[in-house]
């Protein structure tokens, strides 16, 4: 395999060199799509010398171009919209083919038969508006605007959206949702908005989301969304920058029409079911109000056009959770020094805490957390089209956010979270003749995001005994208080040439990143013993986790060239090659330093962190081959190479090795000759400052790999699509991809490889540190997929069904998480945490027909739009303690011949069995592989209602009533699979509790007046 890559590489990059020679320096940006086609005559033909008219229906924009000695023509980079296709040639009537839907990102195909006969006669029919792909290999699937604007979206969240695509899991909590067999929450996708970058910048995640932040329209309001597209399987060398898939939002313009409107969606929790785990009588409340404006049209005709949004967001929601609590007898033990802590949690109020029908130390509490949301989003865009061959564009989007997250019932656990973010993109199109054509454009990222983690004056406290004991509710601040800015700023430009059989693209994409990241100081105060928090005697340990603000900065550099060759009338094939070049990224105040394993000591601040992969070349081949020269089968496969820059997350780790923090165990006081923490001796409260310790504490330490190499996928499809009858396409594909040096841990987790022995307390590499985390790209996953679509897009109906079965297997474990076994990571691959084997979506639009029964105002303009998706379940794993500073996690052996799944199974509290586990013994790993038990299934229905009614010819009424998970169907969360937890093979929760897929049945109500 690397003796083939190597080969297609240096091939590539050979046949790349040529071809730029001849043409001129290339950028990239994606936010256009293509029209291409053969003019034939009557006994078919093709037609040379024919002149081919393409006219923009909303702006009137004209593309003029020729068809070639094959009867081709292309038409590349025009805006996404509705088109009017137009050949003609002397001695033949004019052929037209009017509603020619472009998306951006895609190539249309569209067919001209010329009749013989004078110009002035004119052909015309209407495009299909479902058809086969017969141009291009990739598996990309788009949501257009119908769909973005009346399926059911709880919350309005358009990226809730890329549930609607073959391959994609959103109904999952953090961390196990996915996109084409890649994780979402982290580093499996990269977005963009009008083909500009619209990332996390620090991580390429679906969401914009930071910590405890709650914004959702962060990026675009769903009514300013045109479209967009997920771009999947083995896609053009224009995008990279990920190892998964690419998702592409498509903003509206304005036109030569005035449209726009006015909106209120409504959602009070008196509509709603009380969720599953709600007290009965005690009050949810839920308030949210989201409300806007939009407006698009012309400043001068044809020539210059505009769109504005607005919307706003006020929400209130409760979140109703069950929690075990200390019961009465044990708060009782709490002497007067840390009873703080036990005033502080509340008091049970649903009796005892039952484990195996057994009484534990617990009382349930059923409680509710409240979060708030203040919002505010707007954008603007104009478009110019300044001559025949000029068009300019410049797009702003700004988000203000306040959220307040209550992320325990703890008394003081708030966390408030403001933030902001603002995208900018201008660009140019210069149209140099009827085959050749250049992009430029520029892009700016930014986002604020601020995250104090509440708790008031506690500390995180824990109890670490061997293995740690479940403590139930504690006070103390959520994990992190971080401050965050992140910004990127872009230049792209794509150069495009039609040369006979061969649509060429050449260009580059070239990102500066800046991250300032800081985190407030933090203590961490963890027992021995439950006896030990309840009398104030020493605690195990002691240790504080921040750093002061650090500015880290790199720059990726990528080109590419694509070549998509008409070598048959139905064979196209589709080859190119993309190199991406990192800088490393580098502390722009040089006061960050890598640890160097090998010597056991810090390297110099300033001093490069790792060296640059100058390696990624990723070739992409594809081809789509109609067998029957019909246009209404296309075979489509391809093999290419998808490479994940160092995001900027990947060192954010480093900082705290030159600001320590304290990190105290009572080992200290017994193994280093006179220690001393200035008589403080493990006990609450924590002074604050930390203490000061002699000899100094030992320090944790990060080191990040300096042979790092960016992470790779590489993908393989095959599938068939045919188009069964007019504009109904079924398309089925085999799926695959090969993760390779994928980061340890999603935002790097990392080998710890110092952690203390429990038996001897000793480190287990150097007793002159405390913790040593290894980072690095040397993790690996595997995924198989067959994926079956249905899609029918035609007059009333729009309809979409998506199967999925898939088998993912890694060994990247969770954020939180870390290796049983960090000297053998091999140990932890098996099914990964994203493994779902089954998953199905489907959606449907319908518009009725006038029901002439009752007055037109009554029997017309109704519609339904549904969406539906159901799963199996999601992986579990079995501990027999769960990962913590200092401390890897240890899974337990299996017991042979006794099922996971208890016998008397039920949801939410009996779904797991403890009897199929024992523990390793003293001094070794437990032998259970990792993910061995599975969570319940997933299903639910959302149902809307629409009613059109008209006021005037322009100006009509919308009112909708939206019914999510419609049938109040329970979707339990995965169960604990912490055998030390009091709560093991129990759900607490639904996956969703807030605003979002997984809720119980909730009800919106929206008024629209659209023009």
């Given at each position: 395999?690397?003796?083939?890559?190597?080969?297609?590489c240096s091939?590539?990059?050979?046949?790349?060199?040529?071809?730029?020679g001849?043409?001129?320096?290339?950028?990239?940006?994606?936010d256009t799509?293509t029209?291409?086609?053969?003019?034939?005559?009557?006994?078919?033909a093709?037609?040379t010398?024919?002149?081919?008219?393409?006219?923009?229906?909303?702006?009137?924009r004209?593309?003029?171009?020729?068809?070639?000695?094959?009867?081709d023509?292309v038409?590349p980079?025009?805006?996404?919209?509705?088109?009017?296709?137009?050949?003609?040639?002397?001695?033949?009537?004019t052929?037209?083919?009017?509603?020619?839907?472009v998306?951006?990102s895609?190539s249309?195909?569209?067919?001209?038969a010329?009749?013989?006969?004078?110009?002035v006669?004119?052909?015309?029919?209407?495009?299909?508006?479902?058809?086969?792909?017969?141009?291009t290999?990739d598996?990309?699937?788009?949501?257009e605007?119908r769909?973005?604007?009346?399926?059911?979206?709880n919350?309005?969240?358009?990226?809730d959206?890329?549930?609607?695509?073959?391959?994609?899991?959103?109904?999952?909590g953090f961390?196990?949702?996915?996109?084409?067999g890649?994780?979402t929450?982290?580093a499996g996708?990269?977005?963009?908005?009008?083909?500009?970058?619209?990332?996390?910048i620090?991580?390429?995640?679906t969401?914009?989301?930071l910590?405890?932040?709650?914004?959702?329209?962060?990026r675009?309001?769903v009514?300013?969304?045109a479209e967009?597209?997920v771009?999947?399987?083995v896609?053009?060398?224009e995008?990279g920058?990920?190892?998964?898939d690419?998702?592409?939002v498509?903003?509206?313009?304005?036109?030569?029409?005035?449209?726009?409107?006015?909106?209120?969606?409504f959602?009070?929790?008196?509509l709603?079911?009380?969720n599953?785990?709600?007290?009965?009588?005690?009050?949810?409340?839920?308030?949210?109000?989201?409300?806007?404006?939009?407006l698009?049209?012309?400043i001068?005709?044809?020539k210059?056009?505009?769109?504005v949004?607005?919307?706003?967001a006020?929400?209130?929601?409760?979140?109703?959770q069950?929690?075990h609590v200390?019961?009465?007898?044990?708060?009782?033990?709490?002497?007067a020094?840390t009873?703080?802590?036990?005033?502080?949690?509340p008091?049970?109020?649903?009796?005892?805490?039952?484990?195996?029908?057994?009484p534990t130390?617990f009382?349930?509490?059923?409680?509710?957390?409240r979060?708030?949301?203040?919002?505010?989003?707007?954008?603007?865009?104009?478009?110019?089209?300044a001559t025949?061959?000029?068009?300019?564009?410049?797009?702003?989007?700004?988000?203000?956010s306040?959220?307040?997250?209550?992320?325990?019932p703890?008394?003081?656990q708030?966390?408030?979270?403001?933030?902001?973010?603002?995208?900018?993109?201008?660009?140019?199109?210069?149209?140099?003749?009827?085959?050749m054509?250049?992009e430029l454009?520029?892009?700016?990222?930014?986002?604020?995001?601020?995250?104090?983690?509440?708790?008031?004056a506690?500390?995180?406290?824990?109890?670490t005994?061997?293995?740690?004991l479940?403590?139930?509710?504690?006070?103390g601040p959520?994990?992190?208080?971080?401050?965050n800015?992140?910004?990127?700023?872009q230049?792209?430009?794509?150069f495009?040439?039609?040369?006979?059989?061969?649509?060429?693209?050449?260009?580059?994409?070239i990102?500066?990143?800046?991250?300032?990241?800081?985190?407030?100081t933090?203590?961490?105060?963890?027992?021995?013993?439950?006896?030990?928090?309840?009398?104030?005697?020493s605690?195990f340990a002691?240790s504080?986790l921040?750093?002061?603000?650090t500015?880290?900065?790199?720059?990726n550099?990528?080109?590419?060239?694509?070549?998509?060759?008409?070598?048959?009338?139905?064979?196209?094939?589709?080859?190119g090659?993309?190199?991406?070049?990192?800088?490393?990224?580098?502390?722009a105040?040089k006061?960050t330093?890598?640890?160097?394993?090998?010597?056991?000591?810090?390297?110099?601040?300033?001093?490069?962190?790792?060296?640059?992969d100058?390696?990624?070349?990723?070739?992409?081949?594809?081809f789509?081959w109609?067998?029957?020269?019909?246009?209404?089968?296309?075979?489509?496969?391809g093999?290419g190479?998808?490479?994940?820059?160092?995001?900027?997350?990947?060192?954010?780790?480093?900082?705290?090795?030159n600001n320590?923090?304290?990190?105290?165990?009572?080992?200290?006081?017994?193994?280093?000759?006179?220690?001393?923490?200035?008589?403080?001796?493990?006990?609450?409260?924590?002074?604050?400052?930390?203490?000061?310790?002699?000899?100094?504490?030992?320090a944790n330490?990060?080191g990040?790999d300096?042979?790092?190499?960016d992470?790779?996928?590489?993908?393989?499809s095959?599938?068939?699509?045919?188009?069964?009858?007019?504009n109904?396409?079924l398309?089925?594909s085999?799926?695959?991809?090969?993760?390779?040096?994928?980061?340890?841990?999603?935002?790097?987790?990392?080998?710890?490889?110092n952690?203390?022995?429990?038996v001897t307390?000793m480190?287990?590499l150097?007793?002159?540190?405390?913790?040593?985390r290894?980072?690095?790209d040397?993790?690996?996953?595997?995924?198989?997929?067959?994926?079956?679509?249905?899609?029918?897009?035609?007059g009333?109906l729009?309809?979409?069904?998506?199967?999925?079965?898939?088998?993912?297997?890694?060994?990247?474990?969770?954020?939180?998480?870390?290796?049983?076994?960090?000297?053998?990571?091999?140990?932890?691959?098996?099914?990964g945490?994203?493994?779902?084997?089954?998953?199905?979506t489907?959606?449907?639009v319908?518009e009725?027909?006038?029901?002439n029964?009752?007055?037109?105002?009554?029997?017309?303009?109704?519609?339904?739009?549904?969406i539906?998706q159901?799963?199996?379940?999601l992986p579990?794993?079995?501990?027999?303690?769960p990962?913590?500073f200092g401390?890897?996690?240890?899974?337990p052996?299996?017991?042979?011949?006794t099922?996971?799944r208890p016998?008397?199974?039920?949801?939410?509290?009996?779904?797991?069995?403890p009897?199929a586990?024992?523990?390793?013994?003293?001094?070794?790993?437990?032998?259970?592989?990792?993910?061995?038990?599975?969570?319940?299934?997933?299903?639910?229905?959302?149902?809307?209602?629409?009613?059109?009614?008209?006021?005037?010819?322009?100006?009509?009424v919308?009112f909708?009533?939206?019914?999510?998970?419609?049938?109040?169907?329970?979707?339990?969360?995965n169960p604990?699979?912490?055998?030390?937890?009091?709560s093991?093979?129990?759900?607490?929760?639904?996956?969703g509790?807030?605003?979002?897929?997984?809720t119980?049945?909730?009800?919106?109500?929206?008024?629209?007046?659209?023009?």
């Amino acid at each position: 395999m690397k003796f083939l890559k190597r080969s297609i590489c240096s091939f590539s990059l050979v046949a790349l060199l040529l071809l730029l020679g001849g043409a001129s320096a290339a950028y990239a940006q994606f936010d256009t799509g293509t029209i291409a086609g053969t003019v034939h005559d009557a006994n078919g033909a093709v037609v040379t010398g024919a002149a081919v008219t393409v006219t923009n229906s909303g702006t009137g924009r004209v593309y003029d171009t020729t068809t070639n000695s094959e009867g081709d023509y292309v038409v590349p980079s025009v805006p996404e919209g509705t088109y009017r296709v137009e050949a003609t040639r002397e001695g033949f009537a004019t052929s037209i083919v009017e509603n020619v839907i472009v998306h951006a990102s895609e190539s249309v195909r569209t067919d001209l038969a010329l009749k013989v006969g004078a110009k002035v006669e004119q052909i015309t029919v209407t495009a299909a508006a479902t058809t086969v792909n017969t141009l291009t290999s990739d598996l990309g699937n788009t949501i257009e605007e119908r769909r973005v604007n009346q399926l059911p979206l709880n919350g309005r969240d358009f990226t809730d959206l890329i549930a609607l695509v073959p391959g994609s899991v959103t109904t999952a909590g953090f961390g196990q949702t996915s996109l084409g067999g890649n994780e979402t929450s982290f580093a499996g996708v990269n977005i963009l908005l009008d083909g500009a970058d619209a990332t996390r910048i620090d991580t390429n995640a679906t969401s914009l989301q930071l910590g405890r932040e709650a914004a959702r329209i962060t990026r675009a309001s769903v009514d300013s969304v045109a479209e967009f597209r997920v771009i999947s399987g083995v896609y053009s060398a224009e995008y990279g920058r990920s190892v998964g898939d690419v998702v592409n939002v498509i903003t509206k313009s304005g036109t030569n029409d005035f449209h726009g409107g006015v909106f209120e969606f409504f959602r009070n929790d008196a509509l709603d079911a009380r969720n599953f785990f709600a007290v009965r009588g005690e009050p949810t409340p839920l308030r949210l109000n989201q409300f806007g404006a939009n407006l698009g049209g012309p400043i001068a005709k044809n020539k210059l056009f505009f769109f504005v949004n607005y919307e706003g967001a006020r929400q209130v929601v409760t979140n109703a959770q069950q929690f075990h609590v200390l019961n009465g007898v044990e708060r009782a033990k709490f002497v007067a020094a840390t009873q703080p802590i036990v005033n502080a949690i509340p008091v049970g109020n649903g009796g005892p805490f039952l484990s195996n029908g057994m009484p534990t130390i617990f009382d349930i509490f059923n409680g509710t957390l409240r979060n708030t949301l203040s919002e505010n989003t707007g954008s603007v865009k104009l478009d110019w089209t300044a001559t025949s061959r000029d068009a300019l564009s410049a797009r702003y989007n700004i988000n203000d956010s306040f959220t307040s997250s209550q992320y325990g019932p703890a008394i003081g656990q708030v966390a408030p979270v403001p933030a902001r973010s603002q995208f900018l993109k201008l660009s140019w199109n210069h149209t140099l003749s009827s085959t050749m054509l250049n992009e430029l454009g520029f892009a700016m990222n930014k986002s604020d995001v601020t995250d104090l983690g509440g708790g008031g004056a506690f500390p995180i406290t824990t109890i670490t005994c061997f293995p740690p004991l479940d403590c139930g509710v504690l006070p103390g601040p959520g994990l992190f208080a971080s401050m965050n800015t992140g910004t990127s700023y872009q230049v792209l430009d794509t150069f495009s040439i039609v040369h006979g059989r061969h649509s060429m693209r050449f260009g580059t994409d070239i990102r500066h990143n800046l991250t300032d990241r800081g985190l407030g100081t933090q203590q961490f105060l963890s027992y021995g013993t439950l006896s030990d928090m309840q009398t104030n005697n020493s605690a195990f340990a002691l240790s504080t986790l921040g750093f002061p603000l650090t500015r880290f900065r790199n720059t990726n550099w990528n080109f590419f060239g694509q070549d998509d060759i008409r070598v048959k009338p139905n064979l196209t094939l589709n080859i190119g090659l993309r190199y991406e070049y990192n800088s490393v990224l580098h502390d722009a105040d040089k006061r960050t330093s890598n640890f160097d394993f090998a010597t056991q000591a810090l390297l110099p601040p300033g001093q490069s962190l790792y060296n640059s992969d100058r390696n990624n070349f990723a070739p992409r081949v594809g081809f789509s081959w109609d067998p029957f020269k019909k246009g209404k089968t296309a075979v489509r496969g391809g093999f290419g190479i998808f490479y994940n820059p160092q995001l900027t997350g990947a060192v954010l780790s480093l900082p705290g090795n030159n600001n320590q923090n304290v990190s105290v165990n009572i080992f200290d006081f017994f193994f280093i000759p006179g220690f001393s923490c200035g008589g403080y001796l493990l006990t609450f409260p924590v002074p604050n400052p930390a203490p000061t310790c002699t000899p100094a504490g030992l320090a944790n330490v990060n080191g990040i790999d300096r042979h790092l190499r960016d992470s790779y996928s590489e993908h393989w499809s095959l599938g068939v699509q045919q188009e069964l009858f007019r504009n109904t396409v079924l398309d089925v594909s085999y799926v695959g991809n090969h993760g390779v040096k994928l980061p340890a841990g999603a935002a790097f987790a990392g080998l710890e490889l110092n952690s203390v022995n429990p038996v001897t307390g000793m480190r287990f590499l150097n007793q002159n540190f405390g913790d040593e985390r290894f980072l690095g790209d040397f993790l690996t996953s595997k995924y198989d997929a067959l994926q079956v679509a249905l899609r029918r897009h035609a007059g009333r109906l729009t309809l979409d069904a998506n199967y999925t079965w898939s088998h993912e297997f890694d060994n990247a474990v969770s954020v939180f998480g870390a290796f049983q076994n960090a000297r053998n990571i091999r140990g932890d691959y098996s099914e990964g945490d994203i493994d779902v084997r089954n998953n199905f979506t489907g959606d449907v639009v319908y518009e009725f027909a006038r029901w002439n029964a009752v007055p037109k105002v009554l029997g017309d303009g109704w519609e339904v739009a549904s969406i539906f998706q159901a799963r199996s379940g999601l992986p579990v794993n079995i501990v027999e303690n769960p990962a913590t500073f200092g401390f890897d996690p240890l899974r337990p052996n299996p017991v042979a011949g006794t099922s996971v799944r208890p016998s008397n199974y039920s949801t939410p509290n009996n779904q797991l069995n403890p009897n199929a586990f024992v523990a390793p013994p003293a001094n070794t790993f437990g032998t259970l592989r990792r993910n061995a038990a599975r969570g319940p299934r997933f299903a639910q229905w959302d149902f809307s209602v629409i009613k059109n009614t008209a006021i005037t010819e322009r100006f009509k009424v919308q009112f909708r009533g939206e019914f999510f998970n419609i049938l109040n169907h329970p979707n339990f969360a995965n169960p604990n699979g912490n055998l030390s937890d009091a709560s093991f093979g129990r759900s607490t929760s639904t996956i969703g509790n807030l605003v979002g897929v997984g809720t119980s049945r909730q009800v919106q109500l929206a008024l629209k007046l659209l023009f």
